[in-house]
């Protein structure tokens, strides 16, 4: 018997206006795994990834065709509240984006819209996300100073920190350390392995080494087509499809 | 024809540019000394706590500054609501298209027409046809219309210059419409809009066409919004034109002046406080 996946897109299709940007796909993607999604500029990968928490619906002109399923549900279904979903799936972008306030206040912002009040449960949340995001103990002392003044990384570290404050099951990364040096990316990357035992990781690396370090599954995508997925090891080791290995030895892209 | 070497065409460009900002800040230093020096002397604790006696000829301008604050405030909370909330629709509600360029040509429209027809309609309108008669409340709903396309092209321009992100971020943490404006638009854009009211602060306290026409220019201290009144504006522009005491207009014009510093430098304070923390 087959494991039900957390994430099982089906003959997927999406559309900018008559743009088709992915070109009905089938891809599985499983509880507490690490899944990479990668390719050149204009691959699809972030249209995929923003499409899986409706983040997509915000461009005008934006269509859909076929399903993606979470947990068996469509996400496109009509009962599905698309603020409940998108707290579900939690999204970090490629730049670090801080609100322009405290840090306390950029990781209760989305319990507090939720519509938490109690300042006892919010500072749990924020301590307790924090620490999972290996940030707090840089920032305990100063929960309350502006997040715009910590470095690039800290603030990389904040964004994943404000999303585990709302208890997300999936996490989307879209490139989230191509504007980071390398400690930084380190430091991140260590975070994303411990966190796969409590989400579900869906990243974009911004460059196929960092998908061989920490995914456990890839999948491979051209022309919002996917070529190719499977094992990470063996897909960055022996891919079946040309076109994968040309891009992984850097014949293009 | 003769060419300047790049070297003296670069000493000439800064010359000029040095040249031009020094002006202004020259002719700024002038206006405010000149009338500082010449109305300071006027001013004194009764000058400014006194109600004006005999037309202004003695006594202080105690009415005519609570009528300028009174007559401010009601179009400022009229009109920033209302300039905030189109500056919203402007930008978050609505697509580039006939309706957005509709409104932004009505507002700059609006911005162009002298003051002294917004009188003209606010005496027509509210002193006559709606019966509020000479008021505070007419003069400060006539200002009002007057400022509002200044908040509202300020408000845009600070609703615009947001990083896009705010909103994405705001929405991916599970953020209806609404609580994203509120939570992460309103909050990021507050300096720009802020700056938009204090601008619009500073027309209404220096306003004299409009306020004549329908606050009126009753000496008395304003009782309620209902009452007709006098701003300091107002009474310098009589103090003068009736040539009743320059050396009073004077003071008058230097208590105003100082009243604007106060209330730019006050506001500066106040968003800072509530902002800088923040960036």
């Known amino acids: 018997m087959t494991v039900q996946p957390k994430i099982a897109i089906r003959d997927f299709s999406f559309y900018y206006g008559k743009h088709q940007a992915i070109q009905s796909i089938n891809v599985d993607i499983h509880a ?16 995929l990834l923003r499409a899986l928490n409706r983040l997509s619906d915000l461009v005008p002109g934006a269509r859909t065709e076929g399903q993606i399923l979470i947990d068996g549900q469509d996400i496109h279904a009509e009962d599905v509240i698309v603020t409940d979903l998108r707290r579900r799936v939690g999204m970090v972008f490629e730049e670090p984006v801080p609100l322009p306030m405290s840090i306390f206040d950029n990781i209760a912002y989305g319990p507090r819209m939720r519509g938490i009040r109690n300042k006892a449960v919010l500072a749990e949340r924020v301590e307790e996300s924090l620490k999972l995001a290996v940030l707090w103990d840089e920032v305990k002392d100063r929960l309350h100073t ?47 392995v411990l966190l796969k035992e409590k989400v579900t990781i869906v ?15 890839a999948g491979f995508m051209l022309m919002g087509e996917m070529v190719e997925q499977g094992p990470a090891e063996r897909l960055f080791t022996v891919p079946e499809d040309n076109r994968t290995s040309d891009y992984i030895t850097g014949r293009f892209g | 024809m003769m060419r300047l070497n790049p070297k003296m065409t670069q000493v000439l460009a800064k010359a000029l540019i040095w040249g031009s900002a020094l002006l202004v800040i020259v002719l700024l230093l002038f206006i405010l000394l000149f009338v500082l020096i010449k109305g300071v002397p006027t001013l004194s604790w009764q000058f400014l706590t006194e109600n004006p006696r005999d037309m202004g000829r003695s006594g202080g301008i105690f009415s005519t500054i609570v009528s300028t604050i009174l007559v401010t405030l009601v179009s400022v909370a009229v009109a920033t609501p209302f300039g905030v909330g189109t500056a919203l629709y402007l930008t978050e509600f609505t697509r ?44 400060g709903l006539t200002m009002a219309m007057m400022i509002l396309p200044t908040i509202i092209r300020t408000a845009e321009e600070a609703i615009l210059a947001i990083h896009p992100l705010y909103r994405e971020v705001s929405f991916s943490l599970g953020g209806t419409k609404m609580q994203t404006i509120l939570g992460a638009v309103l909050p990021s854009a ?4 802020m700056t938009g009211v204090i601008l619009s602060i500073g027309r209404c306290v220096a306003e004299t066409a409009a306020v004549i026409l329908t606050a009126g220019s009753s000496l008395r201290l304003p009782e309620s919004v209902f009452s007709p009144a006098r701003t300091m504006a107002v009474h310098f522009y009589i103090l003068v034109r009736e040539g009743i005491s320059m ?22 304070m106040l968003i800072n406080r509530f902002v800088a923390k923040n960036h």
């Open chain 1, 203 to 217: 990243l974009i690396p911004h460059n196929t080494q960092q998908a061989v370090r920490v995914a456990d599954r």
């Open chain 2, 190 to 193: 507050l300096r720009g809009i």
């Open chain 2, 247 to 268: 050396e009073r207009a004077y003071g008058t014009a230097a208590a105003l002046i100082i009243l604007i510093l106060i209330i730019n430098v006050g506001a500066n």
């Open chain 1, 32 to 47: 507490n795994e690490i899944f990479s999604l990668f390719g050149p500029a204009n691959s699809g990968t972030t249209t």
């Open chain 1, 146 to 192: 502006s997040a715009l003044r910590l470095s690039g990384g800290q603030q990389q570290r904040l964004c994943i920190a404000r999303i585990l404050s709302l208890g997300p099951e999936i996490m989307l990364l879209d490139r989230p350390c191509a504007a980071l040096d390398p400690i930084s990316t380190a430091k991140i990357e260590d975070s994303l």
């Open chain 2, 96 to 139: 580039e298209g006939l309706a957005t360029r509709i409104i932004r040509f009505s507002a700059d429209t609006l911005a162009a027409i002298p003051s002294i027809v917004y009188g003209l309609f606010g005496f027509i309108f509210f002193v006559i046809n709606l019966n509020m008669g000479w008021s505070i409340l007419s003069g």
